[in-house]
């Protein structure tokens, strides 16, 4: 099939078979990278909030309506990011957008008015970058802590087991960059410099040069802004040079991918921020409805991180959809979920505000295991 025509029989899965529901359909979209570097990340984010989705019509819709997921592929580019919006917002019935990727693509939409001149939440963005959060904007309800807050917990760690020279390997874009800054501020607060800061190009796993460079540093740690198949290249060819630093890398990777591209010898202690609890232990009541409605709605995808966070995401959303009332505009749409103070999703609390769009601002560390599991 090709892209666009696979992107319609998508956006039409959850639609009921009755002939005429179609107009009593809740319909939210989603531009997800479903090809290029980050496919099985987008493909992940898709699969955590359809779960929801499927589960909420399952059990009688929002105020008796069904959810339609619309999703579109943008292979994490840019512009089609903006042109598959655009094309999004000019649906009418459109009253959300959910779980969209990428730093530089996301804030391409507010800086051509993309949002604003659509009237309508984004919630749930694949990102931590700070350009999206500051300064406030009103269309963007993140459920993540931001890149900041990652790299001010990934140098705590390292300078707490006494690693001082910490370089960066980061993806020179305006994700990367808002990484790095991150890692500059935290080493800042600690008294400490960069040790050396080395780029690569986006939607490339061209990464030689910027292990060769941080391997000439003789950096004690290594901080990762790369999404999954760099950062794979890059931990493989770092350590092939003898590299020995302790890496990290921010939270939006797959480490199943990066296991199975750089090796489980290379991949072995690789740290990794997140930003929502541990998914694989059923401890809390959100990890236990998540893991049975994945096995239920998704039978065959495996549990991680990503389609967790959206999973949540899509609770978030749903209960923004309910607060609008049975026959939501995008507008109430935005002040239902700015009247999210204080939201259970099963032990995990998410709140918002008229002047607060960061839902949460948790973090902690997690690493790749001897057996290529992630481990508290």
């Known amino acids: 099939m090709k892209r666009r025509e696979f992107t319609l029989a998508l956006g039409s899965a959850l639609a009921l078979p009755q002939a005429g529901a179609r107009t009593q359909e809740l319909v939210v979209a989603q531009v997800a990278p479903l090809s290029g570097v980050l496919a099985s990340t987008g493909a992940q984010m898709v699969v955590g ?3 929801w989705f499927e589960h909420v019509n399952a059990t009688g819709g929002v ?7 619309l999703v579109a592929d943008d292979g994490y580019k840019v512009d089609e990011t903006v042109r598959l919006t655009r094309e999004m917002l000019a649906r009418p019935e459109v009253l959300a957008l959910f779980g969209f990727a990428g730093t530089a693509n996301i804030g391409k939409l507010l800086s051509e008015g993309v949002l604003e001149q659509g009237g309508a939440a984004l919630v749930a963005p694949y990102t931590g970058g700070e350009n999206l959060r500051t300064p406030f904007n009103p269309w963007i309800f993140h459920l993540r802590a931001g890149y900041a807050d990652e790299t001010e917990h990934m140098v ?9 020279r910490i370089a960066v390997m980061y993806q020179d874009d305006g ?3 808002a990484g790095l800054e991150g890692v500059r501020q935290a080493l800042a607060r600690r008294q400490l410099a960069l040790s050396t800061a080395a780029g690569y190009e986006r939607n490339t796993d061209k990464v030689q040069d910027a292990a060769k460079r941080i391997k000439e ?5 290594v901080i990762m802004i790369s999404v999954n198949k760099p950062t794979a290249a890059f931990v493989k060819h770092y350590r092939e040079l003898g590299g020995g630093a302790q890496l990290y890398n921010i939270s939006v990777v797959d480490p199943a991918e990066i296991v199975k591209i750089a090796g489980l010898r290379n991949a072995h202690g690789l740290g990794i921020s997140q930003v929502v609890p541990y998914p694989y232990t059923p401890r809390l009541p959100a990890v236990r409805e998540y893991q049975e409605l994945l096995k239920r709605y998704a039978p065959g995808e495996a549990v991680n991180y990503t389609s967790f966070e959206e999973f949540l995401g899509a609770k978030v959303l749903v209960e923004g959809l309910r607060r609008a009332g049975p026959n939501p505009t995008r507008g109430q749409v935005v002040a239902a979920l700015e009247s999210i103070s204080s939201l259970d999703l099963g032990g995990i609390t998410v709140g918002y505000s008229p002047r607060n769009r960061i839902g949460s601002r948790y973090v902690e560390v997690t690493v790749i295991g001897s057996s290529g599991r992630l481990l508290k």
């Open 156 to 164: 705590q760690q390292a300078t707490t087991l006494g690693l001082r």
């Open 175 to 177: 994700f990367g960059q």
């Open 63 to 69: 105020h008796g309506r069904p959810i339609r997921q």
């Open 217 to 221: 540093s003789d950096a004690q740690a």
């Open 49 to 51: 909030g359809r779960i």
